[in-house]
Nanobody, 119 residues
Framework: QVQLVESGGGLVQAGDSLRLSCAAS????????MGWFRQAPGKERESVAR????????TYADSVKGRFTISTDNAKNTVYLQMTNLKPEDTAVYYC????????????WGQGTQVTVSS
């Protein structure tokens, strides 16, 4: 079993920066990759960024390319999402998720952290 805890959300102004953290615990050896997702009221959940544990290969949604950076600290079992030049449309609850190596599914999710960007 894997447990994920997000932190770092808050209220910021457009153009500001924010860094989200996701600490993984439990059977972390079974994690293949991590992802950040977000969901705004009335909208479906969308993928923001993804990364593999070993190779560090990353993918981003077009809406955040050049502004967001996903990274890992494998020794600390932690994933980060560095967010710069935030826009009001980035406002959402951000979730960390772990892709299980055996099932190849995002089986584990954090509780979410609110990011609000004011104009």
């Amino acid at each position: 079993q894997v447990q994920l805890v997000e932190s770092g959300g808050g209220l910021v102004q457009a153009g500001d920066s924010l860094r989200l953290s996701c600490a993984a615990s439990g059977r972390t050896f079974g994690i293949y990759g991590m992802g950040w997702f977000r969901q705004a009221p009335g909208k479906e959940r969308e993928s923001v960024a993804r990364i593999t544990w070993r190779g560090g290969f990353t993918t981003y949604a077009d809406s955040v390319k050049g502004r967001f950076t996903i990274s890992t600290d494998n020794a600390k079992n932690t994933v980060y999402l560095q967010m710069t030049n935030l826009k009001p449309e980035d406002t959402a609850v951000y979730y960390c998720a772990a892709k299980d190596r055996a099932t190849v599914n995002y089986d584990y999710w954090g509780q979410g952290t609110q990011v609000t960007v004011s104009s």
